[in-house]
């Protein structure tokens, strides 16, 4: 979900500050105490080496520092405790309390490719902290022990480190150091992206494969915490700023994109990894001969027997919205979430299911036994994505590098190509304007992009234009648990239920939600040919409770 309240995929971590950044947190140093948020049912503890106060820059002498480290400490301790994005852009009050630099050194000793934290202080800093939520990460720098010494007047700006200026040249090696809570992802549930991406970086997909522990493993477990270790990302940060559901920079920007995500496509295709979570679940088995809709008795529970996948929380999946009955598979997968079925209580849920979501799914029902499953990105927008400066490429823009796998699934090609056109074609943050909400020049770019690398078939091409207004469900599903259940935001979890959940859904059955699946049916009828597979037509798009 967008910053209502949070926006899929906002935990993406490989940049550092910029000037815009460094005037949002000018103005949240008044407010800075009390920013983590007490829970209920999850005591939220200070990560274990360290406190959640804003991590400070220590100096070269704690008692003297030297007038360069004075500097250098006041201007990162500006911005060393920043807000969060949420739902009206930067918000004081975190999810999840910055890392400190204490927790940091603790972390880092864990891996032989990061120097050991020496006995001198001023060997780790802190340089940067994210403000996505979901969970916290920084950019951490790191002096080799004689590197560090009495006097250091190395001052660096905040300009500097957002342009990767403060690196291994300095000579400091350069890391990025992301915290989840276990109940979010555990060593087995970071290690199960790794792999994945492990797979594309062997094909050629320019990803930021994360550092080993001294273990082998690639995520580490301190206490109720989770940890994976990164370098930096390669290319320019060019979205830093902005949130989610926003459209590209320019066509020349969704044209890359659109490219890029195909080639992950392609390299994908093989990837033979079961879907995410502990263990595997045998295909679903459905009790009777009749469909829900001709249960009209209502007699016999179809949700008996029916094995769908409970997956990982936070994902973009479609472990229920795959099954040929909606509301049974997720009656099932609702009781397999943390909470959910607790969240969903106050909620005629399955009164709105079958009223909102369930007409969208049989449209979608008659194209599920064509699909071909494959892994996807699950959270494909521009600020998970790096930039080859201009200057280094031949064409008016180049993906440098692909970020943040949080969400990744093993779903299908037209799904993960749906929420990529979800999270950035559509302005969800302002649907009041009378025009412009969808970004139809930006989309065609990024569908040309596509095409030009991994062309779809007619199938496919409907298949997305049936998942487009369904892409979310599962995630706005695990928000409301997120929310509810581990935050003890009630305010939020009601945003996710209402807002993103079904108000989604519901402007997809108003007249601009239609128009942008009419206008999709068109591009698809102009690039691909029709064949016998069942493809819907324009007319088709408007759900019939």
């Not at 926006?7 to 407010?31: H, I, V």
């Not at 392609?266 to 459905?286: H, I, W």
Request: charged share 20%.
């Amino acid at each position: 979900m967008a910053e209502k309240p949070h926006a899929p995929g906002t935990g993406r971590t490989n940049t550092g500050p910029t000037g815009a950044e460094q005037k949002k947190a000018d103005s949240l140093r008044e407010n800075r105490e009390g920013q983590t948020k007490p829970s209920v049912t999850l005591q939220k503890t200070t990560p274990e080496h360290g406190s959640s106060h804003p991590a400070r820059v220590q100096g070269a002498s704690a008692d003297k520092p030297s007038a360069g480290e004075r500097d250098r400490k006041a201007a990162v301790e500006d911005h060393a405790q920043p807000g969060q994005f949420g739902v009206h852009g930067v918000q004081t009050k975190r999810d999840w309390p910055c890392l400190t630099l204490a927790e940091v050194q603790s972390v880092l000793a864990h891996y032989p490719s990061a120097p050991s934290a020496p006995s001198a202080p001023s060997a780790v800093r802190i340089v940067w902290h994210s403000m996505r939520p979901f969970s916290a990460a920084a950019r951490v720098l790191v002096s080799p022990p004689d590197a560090v010494a009495e006097g250091d007047n190395r001052a660096h700006t905040f300009s500097q480190i957002a342009e990767h200026d403060v690196s291994l040249s300095q000579p400091e090696a350069a890391f990025i150091l992301k915290r989840h809570h276990a109940s979010l992802r555990t060593v087995a549930a970071l290690e199960e992206e790794h792999a994945f991406m492990q797979h594309l970086a062997a094909k050629d997909v320019p990803v930021c494969l994360p550092v080993a522990t001294r273990s082998g493993h690639t995520a580490l477990a301190q206490g109720e915490w989770t940890y994976e270790l990164f370098p930096p990302a390669p290319g320019q940060d060019d979205y830093r700023d902005v949130m989610s559901w926003k459209p590209y920079h320019s066509t020349a920007h969704a044209r890359a994109a659109g490219q890029a995500l195909g080639r992950l496509h392609l390299a994908a295709s093989d990837y033979a990894a079961p879907s995410r979570g502990e263990g595997t679940v045998p295909a679903p088995q459905r009790q009777g001969t009749k469909t829900q809709a001709e249960n009209a008795s209502g007699k016999d529970d179809f949700s008996q027997g029916m094995a769908v996948p409970a997956g990982r929380p936070l994902t973009s999946s479609m472990n229920a919205l795959g099954q040929s009955d909606l509301l049974p598979a997720l009656r099932q997968w609702v009781k397999e979430q943390p909470g959910l079925a607790e969240q969903l209580a106050p909620h005629t849920w399955e009164d709105d299911v079958q009223a909102v979501l369930t007409p969208f799914h049989a449209l979608l029902r008659p194209l599920l036994p064509h699909i071909r499953s494959c892994w996807g990105h699950g959270d494909w927008h521009g600020s998970n994505l790096f930039w080859q400066k201009p200057e280094e490429t031949k064409t008016e823009a180049r993906v440098s590098c692909i970020l943040d796998f949080g969400m990744a699934e093993r779903t299908c090609v037209p799904f993960d190509l749906a929420v990529a056109i979800e999270r950035s074609m559509i302005d969800w943050l302002d649907l009041s304007r009378s025009h412009g909400v969808v970004a139809y020049a930006q989309l065609e770019a990024f569908l040309q992009g596509y095409h030009a690398t991994h062309p779809l078939d007619a199938a496919e091409w409907a298949q997305l234009v049936a998942f487009l207004p369904l892409v979310h469900v599962e995630f706005a599903f695990s928000e409301v648990s997120y929310f509810g259940t581990l935050l003890q935001d009630h305010a939020s979890a009601d945003v996710a239920y209402t807002d993103y959940l079904l108000g989604h859904a519901r402007w997809f059955a108003g007249p601009e939600g239609q128009a942008l699946l009419d206008w999709l049916t068109r591009y698809a009828a102009d690039v691909s040919p029709a064949t016998d597979a069942p493809a819907s037509s324009a007319s088709e798009h408007r759900p019939h409770a």
